[in-house]
């Protein structure tokens, strides 16, 4: 039977010294929180339920005819796009998905204890923005929580390719962003990163609206791609053709939108490792 003293330690050392001595689960450790860290926890998803309201509320007296004109990188214009896109956010998107692994192993990664199914990617992330988390003043089983759920959305980012994105995913993965951002992490890098793909998906949606060549030839490419076809190559260059023949769009607009189209058989995390 674990001793009540012992797993109540709040010293970021010895939280993970006894964690990684008795290979507990993350289940484990959040559940044996004291009254004052599951409140801390508890105060910041409360906090976060509010602000999406805020944000949310702002993004309603949005333009949706300017975002095209005005892709701004901002937590409103983000929202604007999710609610705009072909399968839009619903008021029932707003429960919170799941990106913890509860019953994984915790092991260490630098100075802290995550879950093993994340710790690689995790270990990604400091190695290419230092540690993020380090700013945070919250208590250490609140900062070991919050990066844990990090790391599960970034494993779930990297786990989707980029044309199996929804609304719903994107504004989860956000959200839980959000509480990183909350919490004290530094995590704009990953802001940026889903604004980058709700604009994508956003221009996306437009051009297969208006133009049902393109969209029909993304459609073969992707059938290709499942089945291994030899003809992918070329399908690829008539759709960069396509694009590129497209008159009123400048040359800029005609290379981001082939980007754009090459994007989405890539995991969404591309570029975020």
């Known amino acids: 039977m674990r001793g009540d003293v012992e797993l109540r330690i709040v010293d970021r050392d010895n939280i993970v010294e006894k964690t990684s001595k008795r290979g507990l689960t993350l289940k484990e450790i ?96 400091f190695d290419k923005y230092g540690d993020f988390s380090a700013s945070s003043t919250s208590n250490p089983r609140t900062k070991m929580h919050v990066l844990n759920i990090v790391g599960g959305v970034a494993q779930s980012m990297c786990n989707t390719k980029v044309k199996d994105i929804t609304a719903n995913l994107l504004f989860n993965w956000w959200k839980n962003f959000q509480l990183a951002q909350h919490v004290g992490f530094n995590v704009q890098f990953a802001f940026d990163h889903l604004y980058r793909l709700a604009q994508a998906q956003f221009r996306m949606e437009g051009e297969f609206k208006a133009d049902a060549k393109l969209l029909e030839s993304q459609i073969k490419i992707e059938e290709l791609i499942l089945s291994q076809e030899t003809k992918l190559e070329v399908l690829k260059d008539k759709q960069k053709q396509l694009i590129r023949s497209k008159r009123r769009k400048s040359i800029l607009e005609k290379e981001c939108l082939i980007q754009d189209m090459e994007s989405r058989l890539m995991p969404a995390g591309m570029g975020l490792l």
Do not use: H, W
Request: hydrophobic content about 40%.
């Open 30 to 125: 959040v559940s044996s929180s004291n009254e004052d860290e599951k409140r801390e926890f508890e105060d910041a998803e409360a906090a976060i339920v509010d602000l999406v309201g805020e944000i949310m509320s702002k993004a309603d007296s949005g333009n949706r005819d300017s975002i095209l004109e005005d892709l701004v990188n901002s937590d409103e214009t983000f929202i604007l796009i999710l609610k705009n896109l072909k399968y839009p956010m619903g008021e029932e998107d707003i429960s919170s998905m799941t990106f913890l692994e509860l019953e994984s192993k915790l092991v260490k990664v630098r100075d802290y204890m995550v879950s093993q199914n994340c710790a690689p990617i995790l270990e990604s992330l």
